[in-house]
């Protein structure tokens, strides 16, 4: 089993609508979690960053953590064209190395 | 400059070269990675310096050697490379600990 589960899609959407992003992972120690959003040929740039449990929102992006279910989510409002990218949830548990495990990236369209 | 550069941004060597992959970052960070993105697979974390030593080696094959002279420069040496070894690898810093990473474009590697 991998450590973080994502659902590559690709997922097609409407501008306008909401999107919902989603990890699974199965290690009980990672403690903090990120979003990043990789357009075509570029490198990945970070969206969200949370520790522990929670919300945390920014702009039309919100990121919730729900570590009873080892489950996470990114929700983008008023989806635009321009949010079409591939869309990397990455988690670590505390340690010195900061060592990231990422999931496979789910790439999303919105169509305009 | 700003941010994470890397350079080149494509390579394409035969599996007898030798080349080098050049990252430096601007942000004051005392921690940098390298990772490799293959199609399909999630970001494969290869190794981790914080504070000029290698702290992470993720049993990278001998035939990448990474180096850091200083907390703004990394490279990744690259001798008798394989096809498998195609990807785009991407260099990353941040603070050390559990800081969020940033990334640079990446380096698009092919083996011949």
């Known amino acids: 089993q991998k450590e973080v589960e994502q659902d590559p899609g690709p997922l097609s959407v409407p501008e306008g609508a909401i999107v919902s992003l989603n990890c699974t992972y199965s290690?009980?120690?990672?403690?903090?979690f990120m979003w990043y959003r990789q357009y075509s040929r570029k490198g990945p740039e970070l969206l969200m960053y949370?520790?522990?449990?929670g919300n945390k929102e920014d702009g039309r992006f919100t990121a919730q953590v729900d570590k009873s279910s080892k489950y996470i989510s990114l929700f983008i409002r008023d989806s635009q064209p321009s949010d079409s990218a591939t869309y990397l949830c990455?988690?670590?548990?505390?340690?010195?190395?900061?060592?990231?495990?990422f999931g496979q990236g789910t790439t999303l369209q919105v169509k305009p | 400059e700003t941010g994470v550069t890397q350079t080149p941004r494509h390579l394409v060597m035969g599996m007898t070269n030798k080349k080098s992959l050049k990252c430096e970052q601007h942000l004051g960070h005392n921690a940098m990675y390298w990772y490799k993105q293959s199609a399909k697979k999630p970001l494969e974390l290869m190794f981790v310096y914080s504070l000029e030593e290698r702290v992470e080696n993720n049993s990278v094959p001998s035939r990448f050697s990474p180096e850091c002279p200083n907390s703004s420069h990394l490279f990744l040496h690259l001798h008798t490379l394989q096809p498998e070894d195609s990807a785009l690898y991407l260099c990353?810093?941040?603070?050390?600990?559990?800081?969020?990473?940033?990334f640079g474009d990446g380096t698009r590697l092919s083996i011949l």
């Open positions: 949370t520790y522990s449990s």
């Open positions: 990455a988690m670590s548990a505390i340690s010195n190395t900061g060592k990231l495990i």
């Open positions: 290690n009980s120690a990672f403690q903090y």
């Open positions: 990353a810093s941040s603070q050390e600990g559990n800081q969020p990473q940033h």
